[in-house]
Every structure is written in C-alpha cells, then in structure tokens.
C-alpha cells in the first residue's frame, strides 16, 4: 500500500513486470496491424471507435513508459530526440491526431496535465523503486 495506491490495487513486482512485458506485445501487434499508407489504426477513411478508446491510453503510455520505466522517448514521439521509434506506424498515428485535431490536442492536454500534477505529488516513486530491481526486465525494447 502507498500514499496514492490502496492496498487492494497494489500489484507485485512480477505481476508489473509482466503486465509491462504485455504492453510492449499488444504494441507490437498494433504497429503490425496498421495500415502502411493511411496511418489509421483500421482500415477506414475517418476516424473510428479505435481512434477514440486507444489515443487517451497512448497519451497515458507516452506519458509513463518513458518516465518511469526507461523506454525510448521516441516510443509515441517521432520527433524526440534519440533512438527512432520501435513504432513508427503507432507514432505517426498519435502524433498526426494530437498535431492536427485541437479536440485530440486538448484531450492530450488534459490527460498530460493530470499525470504531471500526480508525477509531482509522487505518485511513481514507488514505482521507480521497483524499476531498480534488475532482475525484471522493464525497458523495451
């Protein structure tokens, strides 16, 4: 239990690191499930359910993965510095939806916003505790 997690939400170590290890196969399979030239998540001319219920997760995954658990910062921003992004089909996708669309832009807003008030409180804290145990795997790819 911790200052922001009641303990029945609590998860140990192993199970973080495998829902972690998850993450980066779900994102596997969404980048090699895209379509090449239209940068949609489904084959589609305009924005679908997809776009809705996956962008808030990617803001929150752009936002925490990098942070806390040491991956790439390119992961959802192909114009950050370093490595390209092991998901550039993903990338081009969120970045187009948040740079082109001032609704997808504000929801981005709001989400980061959120995140930076709790990373300030410390809510990741024990979480960057755990990270140090390099006996997990935490950073992909």
């Known amino acids: 239990e911790t200052e922001h997690c009641s303990a029945e939400r609590v998860v140990d170590r192993p199970t973080r690191a495998a829902k972690v290890k ?16 239209s940068a949609h998540l489904v084959p589609s001319e ?29 992961l959802l921003n192909p114009s950050a510095a370093g490595a390209p992004s092991p998901f550039p089909k993903l990338a081009a996708w969120y970045s187009r939806l948040h740079s082109e669309s001032e609704a997808f832009a504000r929801v981005r807003s709001d989400i980061w916003g959120f995140w930076e008030v709790k990373e300030s409180q410390g809510q990741f804290s024990p979480i960057l ?13």
Not at 57 to 67: I, S, Y
């Open 46 to 74: 305009g924005l679908t359910l997809a776009d809705f219920t996956w962008f808030p997760t990617c803001v929150f995954m752009d936002f925490m993965l990098p942070r806390v658990f040491g991956w790439p910062p390119s």
């Open 129 to 141: 505790e755990e990270t140090r145990d390099a006996s997990y795997k935490w950073r992909y790819p």
């Open 22 to 37: 998850e993450i980066w196969t779900q994102l596997t399979l969404l980048e090699n499930s895209m379509c090449d030239k």
